[in-house]
T-cell receptor, first 113, second 117 residues
């Protein structure tokens, strides 16, 4: 399966600033998910947005989805040093591919205190 | 919440050794688990889908004889890297989806860092 693309590849900001990461994908999807990965660790699920949804919020996270452009964005507001991690988008198709995730290349976020 | 445990977290061994990695769903039953591989500073690539009671489904380009998968129970899947070589060194991560209505997220183990000398 083809990998999606994320930009930027790396993002460095100060605490309190907002961080925006973008993700593009290539095939039809059932849903799109965002995950966080601390260095050398597994992934933590952040938020899931279905293909028929356009925007979703969870705490300081805001996710948008534009299926016509095959793109999504993750906004982290009022960032904290503890938000420093790699962030991945992952798409899930339906049918026989249900459960299989295709990950983007990821964005390394560094939040300076 | 749903938890997936992966063991061991790190393995360092000599070339030619076979290494077994376990993935357990601790508080839910998972008929399907997934195995991913991640190279340094890269994304996760799906290797195979582990199916309880039946053969695993491998992604294109993944050698099934190299990466043996066994899903003998509803809470345990194992990945065995047979006759490992330095190029097999990588971070291996498993995931499982907890049952429930609607869309459920995948729950990931903490990964196994495999280093072949």
């Amino acid at each position: 399966s083809q990998q999606g693309e994320e930009d930027p590849q790396a993002l460095s900001i100060q605490e309190g600033e907002n961080a925006t990461m973008n993700c593009s994908y290539k095939t039809s999807i059932n849903n799109l998910q965002w995950y966080r990965q601390n260095s050398g660790r597994g992934l933590v699920h952040l938020i899931l947005i279905r293909s028929n949804e356009r925007e979703k919020h969870s705490g300081r996270l805001r996710v948008t989805l534009d299926t016509s452009k095959k793109s999504s964005s993750l906004l982290i507001t009022a960032s904290r040093a503890a938000d420093t991690a790699s962030y991945f988008c992952a798409t899930e198709a339906g049918g026989t591919s249900y459960g299989k995730l295709t990950f983007g290349q990821g964005t390394i976020l560094t939040v300076h205190p | 919440g749903a938890v997936v445990s992966q063991h061991p977290s790190r393995v360092i061994c000599k070339s030619g050794t076979s290494v077994k990695i376990e993935c357990r769903s601790l508080d839910f039953q998972a008929t399907t688990m997934f195995w991913y591989r991640q190279f340094p500073k890269q994304s996760l690539m799906l290797m195979a889908t582990s199916n309880e009671g039946s053969k695993a489904t491998y992604e294109q380009g993944v050698e099934k004889d190299k990466f043996l998968i066994n899903h003998a129970s509803l809470t345990l899947s194992t990945l065995t890297v047979t006759s490992a070589h330095p190029e097999d060194s990588s971070f291996y991560i498993c995931s499982a989806r907890a049952p429930g209505q609607g869309f459920q997220p995948q729950h990931f183990g903490d990964g196994t860092r495999l280093s072949i000398l």
